[in-house]
């Protein structure tokens, strides 16, 4: 079965400071996606940034850029310049061919002045 | 843009009590999902569908069940609620692998 590990439960930065979001996952299907979303307290889940297994080149979004390693099987979520908004819940997920998206337990980023 | 709606934002039940949680989304989506989501767990997927009249038991289905008549609407049916389902209830479509997410029902069981 797949997995996906978000190992921290909780990161503070100050603003304008960057900060790296882990997320290591486990599958055994050559291909597959990887997603970052973003929860803030209003509840509502806003995709960030995708990352394809096959893709050579690291995703980027804006601010949001995705620190794809395969072998390592991570896929850690790197925020620029962060902002007081920027203070929320992160999911990772990640979508093979044998299973719907899964996501991992989520990190609660809060960003300080 | 998609727009993903569930009927209510907050919903409290007492137990034993049959609950449905609506959800609608606009944009000739095939799949359809509802997750639920508690601290520490994650989002832990339910049910989902691919078109309409079928659905596929996710992770934790056990107290859940589904309905999909209509392509734009998918239904989480809680048929006897208990208190270990309180939580925050999710909804989402997706034509491919991106999920559009509506904005929750936090729905306590009493």
């Known amino acids: 079965a797949q997995k996906i590990t978000q190992t921290q439960p909780g990161m503070f930065v100050q603003e304008k400071e960057a900060v790296t979001l882990d997320c290591t996952y486990d599958?055994?299907?050559?291909?597959?996606?990887l997603f970052w979303y973003k929860q803030p307290s209003s509840g509502e889940m806003i995709f960030l940034i995708y990352?394809?297994?096959?893709?050579?080149q690291n995703a980027t979004e804006g601010r949001y850029s995705l620190n794809f390693q395969k072998a390592r099987k991570s896929a850690n979520l790197v925020i620029s310049a962060s902002q007081l908004g920027d203070s929320a819940m992160y999911f990772c997920?990640?979508?093979?061919?044998?299973?719907?998206?899964?996501f991992g337990a989520g990190t609660r980023l809060t960003v300080k002045p | 843009d998609v727009k993903v709606t569930q009927s209510s934002r907050y919903l409290v039940k007492r137990t034993g009590e049959k609950v449905f949680l609506e959800c609608v989304q606009d944009?000739?989506?095939?799949?359809m999902f509802w997750y639920r989501q508690d601290p520490g767990l994650g989002l832990r997927l339910i049910y989902f569908?691919?078109?309409?009249?079928?659905?596929e038991k996710g992770d934790i289905p056990e107290g859940y069940s589904v309905s999909r008549e209509k392509k734009e609407r998918f239904s989480l049916i809680l048929e006897s609620a208990s208190t270990n389902q309180t939580s925050m209830y999710l909804c989402?479509?997706?034509?491919?692998?991106?999920?559009?997410f509506g904005p929750g029902t936090r729905l306590t069981v009493t």
């Open positions: 944009m000739d989506h095939e799949n």
């Open positions: 997920a990640m979508r093979d061919n044998n299973n719907d998206m899964r």
């Open positions: 569908s691919y078109d309409v009249k079928m659905k």
């Open positions: 990352q394809g297994s096959y893709d050579q």
């Open positions: 989402a479509s997706s034509p491919l692998a991106r999920k559009y």
């Open positions: 599958t055994s299907d050559p291909s597959y996606g």
